[in-house]
């Protein structure tokens, strides 16, 4: 197969560089123009999937069912040639994932954007109609003052008004929404929507590169049909959206694993004692746990304190859904963040979470390593279709974009991704400290919290069932390929 069809250029800037501290060029240049394979090279590359699923005996998990959601569309939108933000990173993603034969072990959905009605579920009004209706601008406003007022907090460096906008995060809510749906449906027991996991986002403003709260929406989904909802987050910034979207309810359990340095580090919030409203009257107190951290985690570390809290989380709440955050910018040699994780350890707290048997969504989030999210995101798709131990560790040869991995491997060390490792911040007293807190924390979470909640939106159904109706019409008129493929058995396990 001829990889020169699948080598990716950016899209024009849209706008001008602005000031990130960051120890190196957030932009990566790619060189090389984007083609378009044509259909016989997608042949080509479709039975070389066959063949890897085949030979490392990919097939789906036995007991329950993996879904992947994506909108490809969402990868051809571009925040600006500066910004941190790389949608080219779901791209890679699918490229690895796709070259390890993945798909054929699981059900995978094109997933429409979001409606406007869907996104009103948690946004407002005046948000969402400006958003929709802002035109894209060449350059953030505040690049010459930096003291200029933007409307919702749209229009800066770190929100820009990119063309396409409203596009792509009604694609990027979708895929969220979508999972939430099958999961509530009984469809699915793991659902992956790596388009989604922007948690920073508020009711009426956007924050942190993120404009819609995909992960809001889909716990709302959730919420529907599941008493009780843990979110995780392992993102490297403080899970703030989310946090305050469920400030005041105890039916949702918001944990998450941050960075804090509140003088520089965004968003600046999650201390070890912000743990929800301040009174015991609100039913929400106690429920935002917080584990705030500092430069140079380790794998062993981060790893002891995810199973540590969220095994007694779990322990407490008894949550009904697990919804987790993979932000992949905790990983080591990611553009803003500064711990020293591995994709080994980031994938633990997946692991971690598939064991205690609960449905779960898998989101993702952050991360500004386009490379370093795609084997993060790759792995962690491994292991919840359980074939991690099947896979090669080196990156097949007929991966698209190939050579953006640098190195050939699935696992990197941190001499290959830093050269040396960051400083270690974090002491074994304090992070004994953290647990001591969590631990007193929980001891004031009942076992059965309330299955009341503020008013929740009644569900689309009737939006929902006819765009997808002719969503579906449209894929199996499309769709004899992947039927012929069904029918050959690939990702299927064969009998004994």
């Not at 998990?61 to 569309?73: D, F, I, L, M, R």
């Not at 107190?285 to 981060?302: C, F, K, R």
């Not at 064991?355 to 792995?379: C, D, E, H, Q, S």
Request: net charge negative; aromatic share 10%.
């Amino acid at each position: 197969m001829d990889i020169a069809a699948y080598r990716f250029k950016p899209p024009k800037p849209n706008y001008l560089p602005h000031n990130v501290e960051v120890d190196e060029p957030i932009v990566e240049n790619y060189n090389t123009p984007m083609g378009r394979a044509d259909d016989r090279e997608n042949a080509i590359f479709f039975n070389k999937m066959k063949r890897q699923a085949n030979e490392y005996n990919i097939v789906r998990p036995k007991g329950y069912t993996v879904s992947y959601h994506a909108n490809p569309e969402m990868e051809k939108h571009h925040f600006g040639q500066t910004h941190p933000m790389k949608p080219w990173r779901l791209t890679l993603t699918k490229s690895l994932v796709s070259a390890y034969g993945m798909p054929f072990a699981m059900d995978n959905y094109n997933t429409r954007a979001a409606t406007y009605e869907e996104l009103n579920s948690f946004h407002a009004s005046d948000y969402l109609d400006y958003l929709a209706t802002a035109a894209p601008e060449d350059q953030p406003r505040d690049i010459d003052n930096p003291d200029k007022e933007v409307k919702f907090n749209l229009g800066g460096s770190d929100c820009p008004l990119f063309h396409g906008l409203y596009n792509y995060c009604s694609m990027s809510a979708g895929t969220s929404v979508d999972a939430a749906r099958k999961i509530c449906n009984k469809q699915s027991d793991i659902a992956i929507a790596w388009g989604g996991g922007l948690h920073h986002a508020k009711r009426s403003e956007a924050s942190g590169f993120c404009y819609i709260n995909d992960i809001v929406l889909g716990i709302l989904q959730l919420l529907r049909c599941y008493p009780r909802v843990l979110y995780i987050d392992i993102d490297v910034h403080h899970g703030d959206g989310v946090e305050e979207a469920f400030f005041s309810t105890d039916r949702v359990m918001t944990v998450s694993f941050h960075k804090y340095q509140p003088e520089i580090f965004f968003p600046g919030t999650g201390s070890l004692d912000d743990n929800g409203p301040k009174s015991e009257h609100n039913p929400g107190a106690h429920h935002a746990i917080n584990v705030p951290l500092n430069d140079g985690i380790t794998d062993e570390q981060y790893e002891s304190l995810f199973q540590n809290i969220i095994g007694k989380v779990n322990e407490h709440f008894r949550p009904s859904v697990i919804a987790l955050q993979c932000g992949a910018d905790s990983l080591a040699g990611d553009r803003l963040g500064r711990f020293n994780l591995q994709v080994q350890g980031h994938g633990a707290c997946v692991a971690f979470c598939k064991k205690l048997g609960l449905p779960m969504i898998i989101f993702g989030g952050g991360g500004y390593t386009p490379r370093n999210v795609a084997r993060a995101w790759a792995f962690e798709t491994s292991l919840a279709i359980d074939c991690q131990d099947k896979i090669n560790p080196i990156i097949p040869q007929h991966t698209p974009w190939r050579e953006h991995f640098i190195h050939d491997t699935l696992f990197p060390t941190l001499e290959q991704i830093l050269g040396e490792p960051r400083a270690n911040r974090n002491t074994q007293k304090r992070l004994q400290e953290i647990v001591q807190h969590v631990h007193e924390q929980l001891r004031f979470v009942s076992h059965a919290p309330s299955v009341q909640s503020q008013i929740i939106p009644p569900d689309l159904g009737g939006i929902r069932d006819d765009v997808e109706d002719r969503i579906r019409e449209e894929n199996e008129a499309k769709d004899e390929g992947l039927r012929k493929t069904r029918e050959e058995g690939v990702g299927v396990a064969m009998e004994s």
